[in-house]
């Protein structure tokens, strides 16, 4: 299993960025794919989630109306499109995979398989 994450950057205030995330080596069809974000010295924190079983989604209430996951079951492909950019959105941001936990989608300990993680930086 891999996953691979691409499209951080720099960004100014009020900017968007997609972060794309391709997971291989695993059908992923019957679990969920999360979004992560971790800056130095904090925990990493959920930012958002979705089922790849039916495509329900969960976020986290600091990303609510700005934030959106989605995903591209055919090409095992999970994206979280990020509006309205803060500088406290800046983090190294991380897709996890693993069984779909319900409610405890936000928590860090029940993924165990993680990508290489990817800067976003906002900036002005």
């Known amino acids: 299993l891999q996953l691979v994450e691409s499209g951080g950057g720099l960004v100014q205030p009020g900017g968007s960025l997609r972060l794309a995330c391709e997971v291989s080596?695993?059908?992923?069809?019957?679990?969920?794919t999360t979004w992560f974000r971790q800056v130095p010295g904090k925990e990493r924190e959920g930012v958002a989630c979705?089922?790849?079983?039916?495509?329900?989604?969960n976020y986290a209430d600091f990303v609510k109306g700005r934030f959106t996951i989605s995903r591209d079951s055919a090409k095992n492909m999970v994206f979280l499109q990020m509006n309205n950019l803060k500088p406290e959105d800046t983090a190294v941001y991380y897709c996890?995979?693993?069984?779909?936990?319900?409610?405890?989608?936000?928590?860090?300990?029940?993924?165990?398989?993680w990508g290489q993680g990817t800067q976003v930086t906002v900036s002005a």
């Open positions: 996890a995979f693993d069984f779909d936990v319900g409610s405890a989608w936000s928590r860090a300990e029940y993924y165990h398989h």
């Open positions: 080596g695993f059908t992923v069809s019957y679990s969920a």
């Open positions: 979705i089922s790849n079983v039916d495509g329900r989604t």
